[in-house]
C-alpha cells in the first residue's frame, strides 16, 4: 500500500512559479512510476507528466518546456517545478503512482495510487 500527499499549493500571479511536491510511504516507491495530472474545474482531469524509475519523463504539450518533474527515491517525494504560469494552469494537482506499465502513463487507470490533491490557482 501507498499513501501520497501533496503539497505546495496555492495562488500565484501568471508568470509565476510553484513548486509540488508528493510525499509516499512504502518501501518500494522507488520502482513506482509516478505522475502529476490535474482537474480544471467543470474539466475532466488530465495527464500533466510522469516520471519513471529510471528517469525518464514524459509531459502533456500544454506544459512542455515550463513543468519539470523529478523525485527524490531517497525521501520517497515527487515534485513538479511549475515555471511560466498561466491561468489555464489553474486546477487541483493530484500525484499518483502506480505499477501497470502494460498501460499509457497517460492514462489515469496506469496508476493505482492517488493523492488527495492540491489547488493551484494562476491570477491574470
Known amino acids: 500500500q501507498v499513501q501520497l500527499v501533496e503539497s505546495g499549493g496555492g495562488l500565484v500571479q501568471a508568470g509565476g512559479s510553484l513548486r509540488l511536491s508528493c510525499a509516499a510511504s512504502g518501501r518500494t516507491f522507488s520502482s513506482y512510476r509516478v505522475g502529476w495530472f490535474r482537474q480544471a474545474p467543470g474539466k475532466e482531469r488530465e495527464f500533466v507528466s510522469a516520471?519513471?524509475?529510471?528517469?525518464?519523463?514524459a509531459y502533456a504539450d500544454s506544459v512542455k518546456g515550463r513543468f519539470t518533474i523529478s523525485r527524490d527515491n531517497a525521501k520517497n517525494t515527487v515534485y513538479l517545478e511549475m515555471n511560466s504560469l498561466k491561468p489555464e494552469d489553474t486546477a487541483v494537482y493530484y500525484c499518483?503512482?502506480?505499477?501497470?506499465?502494460?498501460?499509457?502513463?497517460?492514462?489515469?487507470?496506469?496508476?493505482?495510487?492517488w493523492g488527495q490533491g492540491t489547488r493551484v490557482t494562476v491570477s491574470s
Open positions: 516520471m519513471w524509475s529510471g528517469g525518464f519523463r
Open positions: 499518483a503512482a502506480g505499477t501497470r506499465f502494460e498501460y499509457s502513463s497517460g492514462r489515469q487507470d496506469a496508476y493505482n495510487y
